[in-house]
Structure formats: structure tokens, C-alpha cells
């Protein structure tokens, strides 16, 4: 079974500029969740979708973030525009539903920002 | 509020020694579930266990084991003769049902072991 694919692995942007990252959940997984992970510290949901719904985007910055996953399936994550305090690794996870336990999660896109 | 604490930053040991990193929890609810993740150098978070909160059994799977004791809110791993491949920052994780699925996460132990 293919695991969680984030692209890209790696990203060098100037404030300022825009980015984005693409998550292709396990197959068949309904539940999506993205994270950001900054330096030294653990993983923080920005964003959790069920299907093609959004759940929980409490803690997504709306001004800059924004996320999709419009057919259920893929999503993306884009910043516009980008602060140096956005620099941190940014996790895709999925899980079969929202009441299975488990989150698998992908290799993350670490994000520099100058 | 929810809330997880590692007060453990790094822990360096060598080969063969064993080792316990905590993890101290806070919640309200009376469901909910704890997890281990292991993050190596790759950047790929690991998933290692998960236990309820209505099963204080202890656990054991090879060289790793894992203290839950809801009296003092604690979940700590302990990692029997450690290797050097153990080598890696350790997450543990909460997810309390009334606060939604997503977990929280501790800021994480990192783990030297060397040879």
C-alpha cells in the first residue's frame, strides 16, 4: 500500500512570494489533515478536511493560508504571501475516517523562507 | 484545555543502555487516546502505538515498552538497550474526541544514542 506523497520535499522562497504543496493521501483514506512543524517543536493542524469539507481550520492563518482538496481526494496548501515565520516543515497525514485512531503521515515540504 | 508535555528536550545515551522518555498529559475528557510517533533525521513521522483511555495495560513490543498511568497523567516509552538506528526525535501525541481528531503533539525528545 502506497504511504502518504507530499511534493515538493524541499522549498527555498523570499518573503513575500507565494508557494504551494500538493498531498495525495493513502488511497481511499476520507480524512486529510495538514500540519506545520516549526524547528524544535511538534506538528500543529492548520487544516482538516473530510471528503471534500472542511472541519477544522481554526488554527489556519485564513489572511495567507489557504487549502483545497476539491474532489476528495488530493489536496493542496498555498501561502500567499509568505513571512519568514512561515519557515517550517509542512505535514500531510490521513486516516481512513475521522473515527479511526490512526494518521499516517507523509515526508513533509520543508519551506525556507528569506 | 488540551495539552502535552515532554520536559525531557535531548537525551543522550549509550549503545545498549536503556532509556525512558516522558510524557505528561492534560485533558478533561474522559476519552481519549495517546500515541507515540518516532520522527528520524528523514523528516517522516513514525507511527509507534496508541492506547485508550480506558486500557492502563502496559505494552511491550520487542525493545520498546510504554508506562500509561492515568493517576499521574502520564504515558512514558521506554526503550530496552537502545541502538543506535533508535536514534531519532520522539513525539508523543493526544487526541481527546470532544476537541475534534487532530492530535497534539508534545514539542518532542530528541534521542542520541551513540556506539
Known amino acids: 500500500e502506497a504511504g502518504v506523497a507530499q511534493s515538493p520535499r524541499y522549498k527555498i522562497i523570499e518573503k513575500r512570494q507565494s508557494v504551494a504543496f500538493w498531498c495525495n493521501p493513502i488511497s481511499g483514506h476520507a480524512t486529510l489533515y495538514w500540519y506545520q512543524q516549526i524547528l524544535g517543536q511538534g506538528p500543529k493542524l492548520l487544516i482538516q478536511f473530510q471528503n471534500n469539507g472542511v472541519v477544522d481550520d481554526s488554527q489556519l492563518p485564513k489572511d495567507r493560508f489557504s487549502a483545497e482538496r476539491l474532489k476528495g481526494v488530493d489536496s493542496t496548501l498555498k501561502i500567499q504571501p509568505a513571512k519568514l515565520e512561515d519557515s517550517a516543515v509542512y505535514l500531510c497525514a490521513s486516516s481512513l475516517d475521522r473515527t479511526t485512531r490512526e494518521q499516517f503521515f507523509g515526508p513533509g515540504t520543508r519551506l525556507t523562507v528569506l | 484545555a488540551q495539552k502535552v508535555t515532554q520536559a525531557q528536550t535531548e537525551i543522550s545515551v549509550v549503545e545498549k543502555e536503556d532509556v525512558t522518555l516522558d510524557c505528561v498529559y492534560e485533558?478533561?475528557?474522559?476519552?481519549?487516546?495517546l500515541f507515540w510517533y518516532k520522527q528520524p533525521p528523514s523528516g517522516e513521522l513514525v507511527f509507534l502505538i496508541r492506547?485508550?483511555?480506558?486500557?492502563?495495560q502496559n505494552e511491550i513490543s520487542g525493545r520498546y515498552s510504554w508506562n500509561f498511568q492515568k493517576s499521574t497523567s502520564s504515558f512514558n516509552f521506554t526503550i530496552t538497550a537502545s541502538q543506535v538506528v533508535d536514534s531519532a526525535v520522539y513525539f508523543c501525541?493526544?487526541?481527546?474526541?470532544?476537541?475534534?481528531?487532530?492530535?497534539?503533539f508534545g514539542k518532542g525528545t530528541t534521542l542520541s544514542v551513540s556506539s
Open positions: 485533558t478533561r475528557d474522559t476519552t481519549y487516546y
Open positions: 501525541a493526544l487526541r481527546a474526541d470532544q476537541a475534534g481528531t487532530a492530535l497534539i
Open positions: 492506547r485508550n483511555s480506558f486500557d492502563e
